[in-house]
């Protein structure tokens, strides 16, 4: 390996790594790519090229996100500025007596600003940012202290390992919520061999790997939202603005942020992002209410383990434990059986649920699903909820494996299971019932014949 003796070369790396990590920026974070794949995969492959033969390599380079040996395990951090938790409301009559409490802390019955967001269900972590350099990673932990994440958190590209703009602060200490996309979640659950519950649970375990490379492979995001401990520069001086300055040192925020005056503007903006949660490509489970004002929210202080000043209103539970009682098969147009869990009713995202689909043979004997199990249960928009995972801690001797029909049962047709392939077929064609019913709807709907005033 030769060593580096002139100038030139460490500034085409310098400036490689610089290019990349802007790329990086405008992909990740901006979600606005400035080059091809290929251009970019060119670009680092000469970079590696020439840190592999010149051996000069600088913390900030885009090769060093991933590489680290395996920890034996994670060291303890000391937060400096406690990683306080919220209070949580549940009601608007929770809301109400949260703005009341502020009015009456600051003196005052003028509608109080506050700086709205949604409340992402992930790991809280704090972004430690040294001259601007990423420094140190760690996660919540108990809010005094938590585990050096470091290395793993450099394998998320859209965290930028260096800080853009030249208004950099001499030290600052980000905190943000580091989660798991549900296409990714689904994609993951897809190809392990490890089954998680939720994305929460998959981007907690993820965040968690002694390997680096692991979590490398797994597609975590994340969020910011708000700071720490802040050293050489002047803060704004209100929470939204410090949340938008974030986004200009090339830290990502939501784009779901709102400033709203008094408890109406809080209980709005609620009302506005739950109907938005089902399209939303990640999972909240609720809005977060701050003052906006930082001179306002110093005033108000702390109670023991959450700030007076903010409050999050959460959201009916998306999921629910329950229990299987039986599983049906339904045969749709293509004779495709799918079986359907009768569950124990139970209350999901607002509704009462007594039905969920167990999509295929496949993904039962994935998940491990038997009659008689307490499972999670999902609903996320879906007509039909999802089971998600089984509690198996909570089995009972006399559950009862899931087995599939030999004959349609609709019209007691032989049903094929191609091998290799996910879905059983009833093989009575239009002589079945249930096909030739759904056959006839898919003619009419609006995506065939558009027949109007057809219904069922």
Not at 146 to 152: A, L, P
Not at 190 to 205: L, S, Y
Not at 408 to 414: G, I, L, M, T
Request: glycine share 8%.
């Amino acid at each position: 390996m030769l060593k580096v003796d002139n100038m030139e070369i460490k500034k085409k790396i310098e400036a490689l790594c610089h290019e990349i990590n802007n790329y990086d920026y405008h992909y990740y974070t901006l979600d606005s790519p400035l080059v091809s794949d290929a251009e970019y995969d060119k670009l680092f492959a000469e970079l590696k090229r020439l840190e592999e033969k010149y051996g000069y390599i600088i913390p900030t380079s885009p090769t060093q996100r991933v590489g680290a040996a395996p920890l034996k395990a994670f060291t303890q951090v000391q937060h400096e500025v406690p990683m306080l938790s919220l209070d949580n409301a549940f009601a608007d009559k929770d809301i109400d007596a949260f703005d009341q409490r502020i009015r009456e802390r600051l003196g005052t019955q003028a509608a109080i600003e506050y700086c709205c967001e949604p409340k992402l269900d992930g790991l809280a972590v704090s972004l430690r940012y040294e001259k601007g350099l990423l420094a140190q990673a760690a996660t919540r932990g108990d809010g005094a202290t938590g585990e050096d994440v470091t290395e793993n958190i450099k394998t998320i590209k859209m965290i930028p390992l260096i800080l853009r703009g030249p208004h950099v602060p001499r030290v600052l200490e980000v905190r943000g919520e580091v989660y798991m996309p549900l296409q990714g979640f689904k994609k993951l659950n897809a190809q392990g061999e490890k089954i998680f519950a939720n994305p929460r649970n998959a981007a907690a375990g993820s965040l968690r790997q002694l390997d680096s490379r692991v979590t490398a492979l797994r597609p975590l995001e994340i969020f910011c939202y708000g700071v720490g401990v802040v050293e050489g520069i002047k803060l704004p001086e209100n929470q939204c603005d410090i949340l938008q300055w974030l986004s200009t040192l090339g830290l990502r925020v939501s784009p779901l942020i709102k400033v709203v005056h008094g408890a109406e503007g809080c209980l709005k903006y609620y009302q506005t992002i739950l109907a938005k949660r089902d399209s939303l490509s990640f999972e909240i489970d609720g809005v977060v209410y701050k003052v906006n004002s930082m001179a306002e929210q110093q005033k108000l202080g702390f109670i023991t383990r959450a700030p007076r000043w903010a409050i999050a209103h959460k959201f009916p539970a998306a999921e629910a434990h329950t229990v299987i009682e039986s599983v049906e098969f339904q045969v749709g147009r293509t004779g495709a059986l799918t079986p359907v869990a009768r569950l124990k009713p139970v209350r999901v995202g607002g509704v009462t649920v007594s039905n969920a689909t167990l999509h295929n043979m496949d993904e039962i004997k994935r998940k491990d699903i038997h009659i008689g199990d307490t499972v999670i249960v999902r609903r996320a928009g879906d007509v039909i909820p999802e089971v998600v995972g089984v509690v198996t801690a909570r089995r009972s001797h006399d559950a009862k494996r899931i087995v599939l029909p030999r004959h349609c049962p609709v019209c007691r047709s032989h049903v094929e299971h191609i091998e290799g392939e996910a879905v059983a077929r009833c093989t009575g064609e239009l002589f079945c019932p249930a096909q030739r019913k759904e056959a006839i709807k898919h003619f009419a709907s609006r995506r065939a014949m558009d027949i109007e005033g057809l219904g069922d």
